[in-house]
């Protein structure tokens, strides 16, 4: 099946939960609803054209600067999930806006794909975004005193707390960071007579 007849295969299958498709790169991704990611996700695995059995990957996104400053102006946090049918050697991408930036909320994919739940617990970890009927969401990289998302871009870059143990209180303990933010540009150094003797 080429790109275009599984394109064409998918917009039926999904009907009005779709809001574009997009080829490029050879790769085909669907851009679905928020309110009908969990029924969008369901056709693309139970359909008899569709079969995308596996779910290979999902990870959350940030969009804010994308593009350049004041260029993008659409929903700040996405989730991206890549599935993979055996039946039919096909591979799609899924994208799905969270519709409240300040609280992104989206629908878990664990009863559908349980692969789904170390991937949706490091979304939520990483970027904030929630995934509504998922049973055990908490964090899965950082530890459990961790202040804020680290892979938002609006994250500062050293982070908000340091910890270290302290060999007088004999435990670990949380303080201010201690590194003062600075920028980093190269520096390059020549000689007037660099290369010249050769």
């Known amino acids: 099946?080429?790109?275009?007849?599984?394109?064409?295969?998918?917009?039926?299958?999904l009907g009005d939960a779709l809001v574009e498709t997009i080829e490029r790169l050879g790769e085909l991704t669907l851009v679905v609803k928020p309110q009908a990611y969990a029924s969008a996700m369901l056709?693309?695995?139970?359909?008899p054209d569709c079969r995308f059995e596996q779910l290979i990957d999902l990870c959350g996104m940030d969009y804010s600067g994308y593009g350049g400053e004041g260029v993008w102006?659409?929903?700040?946090?996405?989730?991206?999930?890549?599935?993979?049918?055996?039946?039919?050697?096909?591979r799609v991408r899924v994208r799905v806006f969270c519709p409240d930036d300040d609280l992104p909320v989206v629908a878990s994919m664990v009863d559908i794909w349980p692969a789904a739940n170390w991937f949706e617990r490091e979304a939520?970890?990483?970027?904030?975004?929630?995934?509504?009927g998922h049973s055990d969401l908490r964090r899965i990289l950082t530890d459990y005193g961790f202040i804020g998302h680290?892979?938002?871009?609006?994250?500062?870059?050293?982070?908000?707390?340091?910890?270290?143990?302290?060999p007088t209180q004999q435990r670990v303990i949380y303080q201010p960071v201690?590194?003062?933010?600075?920028?980093?540009?190269?520096?390059?150094?020549?000689?007037?007579?660099?290369?010249?003797?050769?």
Not at 43 to 47: A, G, I, Q, T, Y
Not at 124 to 132: A, M, T, W
Not at 178 to 198: K, L, M, N
């Open 1 to 13: 099946m080429t790109l275009e007849s599984l394109s064409v295969c998918l917009q039926k299958a």
């Open 43 to 47: 056709v693309l695995r139970d359909h």
């Open 73 to 90: 102006d659409g929903a700040r946090f996405a989730v991206v999930a890549h599935l993979l049918s055996l039946s039919n050697n096909q």
């Open 124 to 132: 939520f970890d990483l970027y904030g975004i929630v995934f509504e």
């Open 150 to 166: 680290p892979f938002r871009k609006d994250f500062p870059l050293s982070g908000n707390v340091e910890m270290r143990y302290d």
């Open 178 to 198: 201690s590194i003062e933010p600075r920028e980093i540009v190269p520096r390059i150094v020549r000689d007037e007579s660099y290369g010249a003797g050769r």
